[in-house]
């Protein structure tokens, strides 16, 4: 029997399952690995339910917004490591990339018309809520999204929160029955199924998957239409096993220590794990469940009351809650915004206080303005904002304290408050290994009032929103080598 939550699954439209067909596809968008998974889960299921052999099919478009050699290789690397480990698999795995713009129209129907059903990932950002939907449409089989997104299923909350402190609190009232029921760690290991010769020459010859010699070539990804300025970063590659050998080193040498290091840009001490939860190589169900293991945690350390307090409710260490809080409350948060909130990703979605102070104060002089080509070239007359921009651009991510003030200077040296959010998705979205994201849009309208209250004294610009300086920021923390490192002046 199932044990996978009703409401992670659902039907995205009203075709049949047709089981006279010949076999399930697992259409792989977001959650892109063999384990943890729950959509996967349920693909096995059905194809064992209709004894038909199961094709997981991972496609990568070539016109998706931003893409680049650093995205592409870095889902590259996580086909290269499924190609291996699938070789002598029970499944069919097929991964795709597109080599010409708009090669792969086409595909998933042709896959649809031999399917008895099709499963695939609900992601809630991004183009993936559409390209699902248009799928739906066009498929005479059954599509089924499946939420494998965190530990808090999608639709449980049932409303939007617009407070983290609501959201902890909600968590905290409802979060056991979510930590009872995790996905199967490996879901296709010990089942008998079905397999499939090979698949229909006529999806093949038109469109070959890449091959296991492709996919491990470093050049490969040079020969797709996409932005080859944004350079692929070899110090983070792609994939279920980079992922998993990333997490086991913090868990063992840099979880303890979490909550006083975390802030402290030069010391890095945290998972350096969002682009692996960003593109699906690793589950927040296998981290929490090893961290509550290391912690020897059970379900009677939990407080009896839920007070939605940041600390002392788990009644873990002080570091894994602080690593919890992060992991759990502000991004599943951000999730529940991007599923409950149509319009997330938009200024109009920001608070009515934000709004107001920010129009407010939009005509207000500005000491700096830049543009957007100005911000990305890092050519400011802020040394540190510069090495954060540079970090982005050679590196792919930001120090998270880092990339508070990267945004709330954007909003500072911008003409308006609306073009300084543009420039902040342009930026973050291009460069930002774990950009594209629920949390790419939780930060970056974190910067402008989103889930925080007003502040006091009211400053040109930023009005009642939450302000940041360089200053302050070199007053708390030691920077000097971070700035040497990025923009290489010293300080
Ligand atoms: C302007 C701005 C833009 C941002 N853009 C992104 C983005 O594109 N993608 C992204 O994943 N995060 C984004 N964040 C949130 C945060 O900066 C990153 O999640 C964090 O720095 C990732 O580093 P880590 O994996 O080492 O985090 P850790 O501290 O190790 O935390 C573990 C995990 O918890 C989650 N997490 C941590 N901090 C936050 C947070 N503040 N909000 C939501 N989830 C969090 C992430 O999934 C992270 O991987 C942004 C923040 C700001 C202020």
């Keep these: 029997m199932s044990t996978i939550p009703k409401l992670r699954i659902n039907a995205c439209n009203d075709a049949p399952i047709r089981p006279e067909r010949d076999f399930v596809v697992y259409w792989m968008t977001a959650q892109r690995r063999l384990s943890y998974n729950y959509a996967l889960e349920h693909a096995v299921e059905l194809a064992q339910t209709h004894q038909v052999p199961l094709v997981i099919f991972e496609p990568l478009r070539s016109e998706y917004p931003w893409a680049s050699e650093r995205l592409h290789q870095f889902v590259i690397d996580g086909m290269a490591d499924k190609a291996r480990r699938l070789a002598d698999a029970n499944v069919t795995y097929f991964p795709y990339l597109e080599r010409e713009h708009d090669a792969g129209k086409g595909l998933l129907a042709a896959l649809g018309e031999r399917a008895v059903a099709v499963v695939t990932?609900?992601?809630?950002?991004?183009?993936?809520?559409?390209?699902?939907?248009?799928?739906?449409?066009?498929?005479?089989?059954?599509?089924?999204?499946?939420?494998?997104?965190?530990?808090?299923?999608l639709r449980a909350p049932g409303k939007a929160y617009k407070r983290a402190y609501d959201f902890r609190r909600w968590f905290q009232k409802h979060g056991r029955e979510h930590l009872d029921t995790f996905p199967r760690r490996h879901p296709l290991v010990g089942k008998q199924l079905p397999q499939l010769d090979r698949l229909p020459a006529e999806i093949t010859d038109r469109w070959p998957a890449a091959t296991l010699d492709e996919l491990a070539d470093p050049a490969f990804v040079t020969t797709l239409p996409i932005d080859h300025d944004v350079q692929p970063v070899a110090a983070h590659p792609g994939g279920e096993e980079a992922a998993r050998e990333r997490f086991q080193t913090f868990l063992t040498e840099r979880l303890e220590g979490y909550g006083n290091r975390r802030n402290y840009p030069e010391d890095d001490h945290t998972s350096r794990l969002s682009p692996y939860l960003h593109f699906g190589h690793i589950s927040t169900h296998e981290i929490v469940g090893a961290v509550l293991e290391q912690e020897r945690w059970g379900f009677d350390d939990l407080a009896d009351n839920a007070k939605g307090k940041r600390e002392g409710w788990w009644g873990l260490s002080e570091d894994a809650e602080s690593f919890l809080e992060e992991l759990i409350t502000w991004r599943e948060v951000s999730y529940n915004t991007c599923h409950y909130v149509e319009n997330y990703d938009a200024w109009e979605s920001l608070p009515d206080w934000a709004i107001a102070t920010l129009e407010e104060h939009a005509d207000d002089p500005r000491e700096h303005v830049y543009t957007?080509?100005?911000?990305?070239?890092?050519?400011?007359?802020?040394?540190?904002?510069?090495?954060?921009?540079?970090?982005?651009?050679?590196?792919?991510?930001?120090?998270?304290?880092?990339?508070?003030?990267?945004?709330?200077?954007?909003?500072?040296?911008?003409?308006?408050?609306?073009?300084?959010?543009?420039?902040?998705?342009?930026?973050?979205?291009?460069?930002?290994?774990?950009?594209?994201?629920?949390?790419?849009?939780?930060?970056?309208?974190?910067?402008?009032?989103?889930?925080?209250?007003?502040?006091?004294?009211?400053?040109?610009?930023?009005?009642?929103?939450?302000?940041?300086?360089s200053k302050s920021t070199r007053r708390k923390y030691s920077v000097g080598r971070y700035i040497e490192k990025w923009v290489g002046k010293g300080y």
């Design 121 to 153: 990932d609900e992601f809630p950002a991004f183009f993936l809520p559409r390209m699902t939907a248009a799928a739906a449409a066009q498929l005479d089989v059954r599509l089924e999204k499946v939420d494998s997104n965190g530990i808090v299923p």
């Design 372 to 469: 957007l080509d100005e911000f990305e070239k890092a050519q400011t007359h802020d040394e540190l904002w510069n090495a954060s921009q540079m970090q982005l651009v050679k590196d792919g991510r930001i120090h998270n304290y880092l990339r508070m003030l990267w945004g709330k200077k954007i909003l500072h040296w911008s003409a308006s408050p609306q073009e300084a959010l543009a420039i902040m998705i342009e930026l973050n979205n291009k460069y930002a290994l774990d950009g594209r994201d629920p949390n790419s849009y939780s930060g970056i309208f974190w910067t402008l009032g989103r889930y925080d209250r007003p502040w006091g004294p009211e400053r040109e610009i930023f009005g009642k929103v939450r302000y940041m300086t």
